[in-house]
């Protein structure tokens, strides 16, 4: 989505993963819905009656954390805000992606549109401004244990309100005051509350959990495509998919993927008739009664024939995760939290980042099954003992061209990364800021592994198309009547649209990078969707 549609709206509840994708990643421009600043300006109406009341509110007039026991005097009420967002500006390592900073900004807007916070309406207005104009703050990765929220990047991203700290504006690394003065934006003094509202909850996390969930939904489904090409090209059949036989099992995630694999192949000529091969193999053993040693058989390896079921418990545990994360995306998850209503202060623990950090745990595990078995299809189409007829290494002329074997290599290496980073990160759990934080969530680093590893799966399902494509060409797809099905048509010509078949050795590495590019947006149209879990 460019900037050129209609903008999407923000009202604090209904913000999708997509939508999050189209604005952080692709530049959609977002608005406010009309209602939210009337709710933010009598909910900071009411909160401006406690405090004239003197009434302590925890991060409003006192210390923060484990300084809790500590009051702040009324003239330093604003100071206390600013001083937060520098002292917390401490993270390390390269800076983040600009989508996943981006997804933050537009994160904590929304969080803030529900009038539980207690800020002005130009708080939010500000965050959106900087966002719709492409104002990025420079955000360190490391920093951040998910427990009071992702305090430390958040500090780097909601500095940048009020002119401080670096941005990333118009191509170029500058100061955040100069860019708010290039786009015309003017920055703010944070009130008395502000300041903790931009930076309690977990909105860096949720941000690189739904870019996470958006390709983890693409690639499930294209390794299941890419398992029924493969199952076309090594002339195999689709028997194993049948409805009833998943129906007995009664797992929603294994029958839509026995789903998706029919449909993926329908139309395919390659696929060998079970009901001709029974007949061709009982012409072969002759009625013998002893050992016959035959040219084919009746099941495929478990890479094809188990492919729902090793395959469909990863449709339904990203199903799971976005459930969870949409759910984060449209919640309250600061603190303290003010209910106007009542005029009522809530300490909570709402800036916990348990639910992300769970999901992405088990996200990790689900794109590492992904990768595993598209090694095991990879090293089936490389090796002629188990290929069906196909030259070594997918090679037009092998011996003196090489093929494949290096991509296979390099295929092996990304697929171990992700098994060396699919281990949980929530489970690693230490107490810090002076034993007020004794349990976090370490919601981030699971979100950033998971983002790692999707960058590696993505890459090594590239890897796998490229193959896939070559052994296509070399069954002859696209001469006489040879056709594939209409799902593994659309990846084939998807490849064929940015790389050209490998008659001779040549580099790959930008073919590969070529094709990654293509996943990661999503612009090779499977045909495909995933429904029913």
Request: charged share 20%; with cysteine; hydrophobic share 45%.
């Amino acid at each position: 989505m460019s900037a050129n549609h209609a903008p999407i709206i923000l009202n604090g509840k209904t913000l999708t993963t997509s939508q999050l994708v189209a604005i952080a990643r692709d530049g959609a421009q977002v608005g406010l819905d009309p209602a939210v600043s009337g709710l933010l300006e009598s909910s900071r109406a009411a909160f401006e009656k406690k405090l004239a009341r003197h009434e302590v509110i925890y991060g409003v007039n006192t210390g923060f954390g484990g300084n809790v026991k500590f009051l702040i005097a009324d003239d330093d009420m604003g100071n206390l805000q600013q001083n937060l967002l520098r002292s917390l500006s401490c993270g390390v390592g390269e800076p983040l992606p600009a989508a996943i900073v981006r997804g933050s900004m537009l994160l904590r807007a929304n969080a803030l549109c529900n009038g539980y916070s207690a800020v002005r309406p130009v708080v939010v207005e500000r965050l959106l401004q900087l966002l719709n104009a492409g104002i990025t703050p420079v955000t360190p990765r490391y920093g951040s244990v998910g427990a009071s929220g992702d305090l430390v990047p958040s500090a780097h991203i909601a500095r940048a309100l009020i002119g401080d700290g670096a941005v990333d504006y118009q191509s170029r690394r500058m100061p955040a005051l100069e860019a708010m003065r290039l786009a015309g934006i003017e920055p703010i003094t944070l009130l008395p509350k502000e300041g903790l509202a931009l930076l309690n909850g977990t909105t860096v996390m949720t941000s690189a959990a739904a870019l996470v969930v958006d390709q983890a939904d693409y690639l499930s489904l294209l390794i299941l495509v890419q398992v029924a090409l493969a199952g076309e090209i090594l002339r195999g059949n689709t028997d194993a998919f049948e409805p009833l036989i998943h129906e007995m099992k009664h797992h929603p995630g294994q029958i839509e993927a026995a789903r998706l694999l029919r449909e993926a192949s329908t139309g395919s000529t390659l696929l060998q008739d079970l009901d001709t091969l029974r007949e061709n193999i009982r012409q072969r053993s002759g009625g013998a009664t002893g050992t016959v040693e035959l040219e084919t058989h009746i099941q495929t390896p478990y890479s094809l024939r188990c492919a729902p079921q090793g395959l469909g418990q990863a449709l339904e545990s990203i199903a799971q995760a976005r459930l969870w994360i949409e759910r984060e995306m449209n919640s309250v998850n600061d603190n303290p939290l003010f209910d106007s209503t009542d005029e009522r202060v809530y300490h909570t623990g709402n800036f916990y980042g348990g639910h992300v950090a769970r999901a992405m745990d088990g996200v990790k595990i689900d794109l590492t099954t992904i990768a595993n078995w598209g090694h095991a299809l990879m090293a089936m189409l490389m090796d002629p003992r188990f290929s069906n007829g196909l030259p070594p290494n997918l090679s037009m002329h092998p011996g003196l061209n090489n093929g494949f074997k290096g991509v296979q290599l390099a295929h092996t290496s990304l697929v171990v990364a992700c098994r060396q980073m699919c281990a949980p990160s929530s489970i690693h759990t230490l107490a810090t800021e002076q034993y007020n934080q004794d349990v976090v969530s370490l919601g981030l680093h699971s979100a950033m592994t998971a983002l790692d590893i999707t960058a590696l799966a993505r890459d090594s399902l590239a890897m796998l198309a490229l193959a896939l494509s070559q052994a296509a060409d070399l069954r002859g797809v696209g001469k006489g009547t040879v056709r594939l099905g209409t799902a593994t048509d659309r990846l084939y010509r998807g490849v064929r649209a940015v790389v050209q078949i490998l008659e001779n050795d040549r580099a790959l590495e930008t073919d590969i990078a070529a094709v990654s590019q293509q996943l990661q947006m999503r612009s090779i149209d499977l045909g495909l969707k995933i429904r029913g879990i």
